[in-house]
């Protein structure tokens, strides 16, 4: 069974960029027809997706966060990341990554870490 | 984007008892439509795929189904460990998105 674990600052200054991994267990993340995502809860408010990466690289992004926001692929250490630039208070939530299949949609995801953004 | 609404936005409900929430999306998503669990602090559960299949071992008294717009969920026997917060999602096009979510609770 695949495992996803995020990790990364809790706190992050205004106009400062987050960072986050997500290492993924087992060798599930080298096969292909997975999609690795990310998604955020802000407090009070629902699940938001801002993006996915294939192993390949090839990536997908929520036109909404598409300027500040970068997922990547780092194959040695079975992890990828999430940058967002220029964060402020409203980037403050839970970061979830997730795995997806296709037609199968999301399968699997991480418990999240929770990013502040504040000075 | 596609709108994803959910009713109720929380509900009580006892153990033993069904739960049926509803998932709308403004645009049809055709089956494009997961269900999933949320408790604070854990990992999300992925409960249903391609509206109404199970992820494996996701207990028997959860069923999902619609097509198009609509889609529900049923909680069917509910037992202690099913009160948390269900989200819809569509999957079938960019970007993806999520309903508001339902708090299901005591």
């Known amino acids: 069974q695949v495992q996803l674990q995020e990790w990364g600052p809790g706190l992050v200054k205004p106009s400062q960029t987050l960072s986050l991994n997500c290492i993924v267990s087992?060798?599930?993340?080298?096969?292909?027809?997975?999609?690795w995502n990310w998604i955020r809860q802000r407090p009070g408010k629902g699940l938001e997706w801002i993006g996915y990466t294939y192993y390949s690289g090839r990536t997908a992004y929520n036109p909404a966060l598409q300027s500040r926001a970068t997922i990547s692929v780092d194959a040695p250490k079975n992890r990828f990341s999430l940058k967002l630039t220029s964060v402020t208070a409203a980037d403050s939530a839970v970061y979830f990554c997730a795995r997806g299949e296709g037609d199968w949609g999301l399968d699997y995801w991480g418990q999240g870490t929770l990013v502040t953004v504040s000075s | 984007d596609i709108q994803m609404t959910q009713s109720p936005s929380s509900l009580s409900a006892s153990v033993g008892g069904r739960v049926t929430i509803t998932c709308r999306a403004s645009q049809d998503v055709s089956n494009f439509l997961g269900w999933f669990q949320l408790k604070p602090g854990k990992a999300p559960k992925s409960l249903i795929y391609a509206a109404s299949t199970l992820h494996s071992g996701v207990p028997s008294r959860f069923s999902g189904s619609g097509s198009g717009t609509d889609f529900t969920l049923t909680i069917d026997s509910l037992e202690p460990d099913d009160f948390a917060t269900y989200f819809c999602q569509q999957y079938k096009s960019f970007p993806f998105t999520f309903g508001p979510g339902t708090e299901v609770d005591l």
């Open positions: 087992g060798d599930f993340f080298s096969r292909g027809g997975y999609y």
